[in-house]
């Protein structure tokens, strides 16, 4: 008899009359609320104007969620296609699966439209994110819980999640397993931390928080992909997530160390957002006084020093 556990959900749907209300979409829209809230705090900070990464956030959320959402297809493609399969059910993303890799892929393409169009510097968007989106993954990884999915290995921990559930197919599954989506939660959460330490402490710029956070992130999602049981493809005995892992977290400080020598610094506040001139401009002198002053406290020397080529 287990002394102690963390149960599941019964189930993952209330309905409003008709109409379906599904915990996993709000654990996914909670994240992006706060992934956009903190970005466009820390963005403010740097110099931008206060409705950029919202702005920017209607390209890259939904690009993230496709994306997101072809990565799982490809890659667990045997779920949705083949003998007995529905290949309509790929496009049921409320049932869960969205994979990061891709939602952070094609979710940088449409933040790079975003931003084209707004005349932003990537690079000082994404560093501006970063610890959002980390937030953001911790939010989402609930819908997991709610969902019953995506648990560990067996275990006889007191922090063990109960699962029972039905498969489709008619098996049954009861047990206790290692919570894996919490683990992800709590690491998310550790890595949003760093990134906004790291940046205060060392003045990150040029896209190197970002980098930070895919660096971190990976090193979590290593240890605890795992600790995952579910269905996934296997090369030379690691599972394919891992893999992907070694590879990101391997260009990620690759990035980091070449980014650091190539343009030491961070972006000077007032090259950012053209759209912050604009307000500064409409509000009158005294706002624009008060931005200079701000960016004259918080901008570093090394801010002040040319840049050096890419």
């Given at each position: 008899?287990?002394?102690?556990y963390?149960?599941?959900?019964?189930?993952?749907?209330?309905?409003?009359g008709?109409?379906?209300l599904?915990?996993?979409?709000?654990?996914?829209?909670?994240?992006?609320?706060?992934?956009?809230?903190?970005?466009?705090k820390r963005w403010?900070?740097?110099?931008?104007?206060?409705h950029?990464?919202?702005?920017i956030?209607?390209?890259?959320?939904?690009?993230?969620?496709?994306?997101?959402?072809l990565?799982?297809?490809?890659t667990?493609h045997?779920?949705?296609?083949?003998?007995?399969?529905?290949?309509?059910n790929?496009?049921?993303?409320?049932?869960?699966g969205?994979g990061?890799?891709?939602?952070?892929a094609l979710?940088a393409?449409?933040?790079?439209?975003?931003?084209?169009?707004?005349?932003?510097?990537?690079?000082a968007?994404a560093?501006?994110?970063?610890?959002g989106?980390?937030?953001?993954?911790?939010?989402?990884?609930?819908?997991?819980?709610?969902n019953?999915?995506?648990?560990?290995?067996?275990?006889?921990l007191?922090?063990?999640?109960?699962?029972?559930?039905v498969?489709?197919?008619?098996?049954?599954?009861?047990?206790?397993?290692?919570?894996?989506?919490?683990?992800?939660?709590?690491?998310?959460?550790?890595?949003?931390?760093?990134?906004?330490w790291?940046?205060?402490?060392?003045?990150?710029?040029?896209?190197?928080?970002?980098?930070?956070y895919?660096a971190?992130?990976?090193?979590?999602?290593?240890w605890?992909?795992?600790?995952?049981?579910?269905?996934a493809?296997?090369?030379?005995?690691?599972?394919?997530?891992?893999?992907?892992?070694?590879?990101?977290?391997?260009?990620?400080?690759?990035?980091?160390v070449?980014?650091?020598?190539?343009?030491?610094?961070r972006?000077?506040?007032?090259?950012?957002?053209?759209?912050?001139?604009?307000?500064a401009?409409?509000?009158?002198?005294?706002?624009?006084s008060?931005?200079t002053?701000?960016?004259?406290?918080t901008?570093?020397?090394?801010?002040?020093a040319?840049?050096?080529?890419?």
């Amino acid at each position: 008899m287990d002394l102690a556990y963390i149960p599941s959900p019964s189930r993952g749907v209330l309905y409003l009359g008709p109409v379906p209300l599904r915990a996993y979409a709000f654990c996914i829209i909670i994240g992006v609320v706060v992934a956009v809230w903190l970005g466009s705090k820390r963005w403010v900070a740097r110099g931008g104007a206060k409705h950029t990464v919202g702005d920017i956030a209607v390209w890259a959320v939904p690009f993230g969620l496709v994306g997101g959402r072809l990565y799982h297809v490809i890659t667990d493609h045997q779920l949705y296609f083949g003998d007995g399969k529905n290949p309509w059910n790929a496009f049921k993303i409320w049932e869960g699966g969205l994979g990061i890799w891709g939602a952070i892929a094609l979710g940088a393409v449409g933040a790079w439209i975003g931003c084209r169009r707004r005349g932003v510097p990537l690079p000082a968007y994404a560093d501006a994110i970063a610890p959002g989106i980390a937030l953001a993954q911790a939010f989402g990884r609930w819908g997991n819980w709610f969902n019953q999915e995506l648990y560990g290995k067996p275990t006889t921990l007191p922090w063990g999640l109960e699962i029972h559930k039905v498969e489709s197919d008619g098996t049954v599954i009861e047990g206790v397993f290692h919570p894996t989506f919490l683990y992800e939660s709590l690491w998310c959460v550790g890595v949003a931390l760093l990134v906004i330490w790291a940046d205060r402490r060392f003045t990150l710029g040029h896209g190197r928080a970002f980098a930070l956070y895919v660096a971190a992130y990976t090193v979590g999602r290593f240890w605890i992909e795992y600790l995952r049981i579910d269905e996934a493809h296997h090369i030379l005995g690691l599972r394919l997530n891992d893999w992907t892992s070694i590879v990101v977290f391997v260009a990620a400080v690759a990035y980091l160390v070449v980014s650091a020598r190539l343009r030491p610094g961070r972006e000077a506040p007032d090259s950012i957002d053209p759209a912050a001139r604009a307000e500064a401009a409409e509000d009158g002198p005294s706002r624009s006084s008060d931005s200079t002053r701000g960016a004259e406290r918080t901008a570093s020397p090394a801010d002040a020093a040319p840049e050096q080529p890419a």
